[in-house]
């Protein structure tokens, strides 16, 4: 049957545009390579003819000179063809690499847009609106809750507090009568030493008594002016 149908050739997968750039930079190397080494065997004809006379013998250096002078021009016609080449696939790599990133961009998204379509199924706002009042009643009673449980067990409910207010303004009536605050309501003091340290001095000498007092009549124990001894005698 082979020999009748033949065999069917496989096809080998098309290039890459790295691999036709991988390819295309080794050329341009190998070319590279022919270019240095023409150009030193130019620089060695150029030594050549400053030594040798203007003779036959220049004119067949030369003629040498000339030849590889030629094929580095072709060579380097050929690197410059090579460059664009390799610049043109540079930008095609570039463009697909861009079309790739975009294509995965869009993927990403789609997926995306999918899942959250998905777990926008299981949300409402409705129920959302709903939470939020629960939430709001919840913490009302909360708060009634935790009022209820600080309210003290000794003050009576039915205290009438204008009565409160009666009783403490005529407490205030009292301390102004008295001239005064209460020494329990007073704050502490602490005493003061330099005061209770610098007493003033006792007199010294004798006193002098008031003009009004030497004149005066003298008076008893009871405060009664004192007889003379002389009419008691008498």
């Known amino acids: 049957m082979k020999r009748v149908f033949g065999i069917k050739k496989e096809t080998q997968p098309a290039p890459s545009v790295q691999d036709a750039s991988d390819r295309i930079n080794k050329r ?93 199924k299981t949300v409402s706002i409705q129920d959302v609106d709903n939470l939020q009042d629960e939430m709001t009643d919840l913490m009302d009673v909360s708060n009634e809750i935790q009022e209820t449980l600080g309210r003290s067990y000794g003050v009576p409910d039915d205290v009438d507090e204008e009565e409160l207010m009666g009783e403490l303004d005529a407490l205030e009536a009292d301390m102004e009568f008295e001239e005064g605050v209460p020494s329990y309501l007073q704050p502490d003091k602490e005493p003061d030493l330099d005061s209770e340290l610098n007493m003033p001095s006792a007199p010294m000498g004798h006193t002098s008594m008031p003009a009004g007092r030497a004149n005066a009549q003298a008076e008893d124990e009871l405060g009664l002016p004192a007889v003379p001894r002389a009419s008691l005698r008498g």
């Open 28 to 120: 341009g190397e190998s070319v590279e390579e022919k270019i240095k080494k023409l150009d030193a065997e130019l620089a060695r004809y150029k030594e050549q003819l400053k030594k040798t006379r203007p003779r036959p013998a220049q004119e067949a250096v030369k003629a040498r000179a000339m030849r590889v002078l030629k094929q580095k021009r072709m060579y380097e016609g050929q690197r410059d063809m090579l460059y664009n080449q390799t610049y043109n696939l540079d930008q095609v790599s570039f463009a697909a690499e861009g079309i790739k990133d975009a294509q995965q961009t869009m993927a990403a998204m789609k997926s995306a847009n999918k899942e959250l379509k998905g777990m926008m």
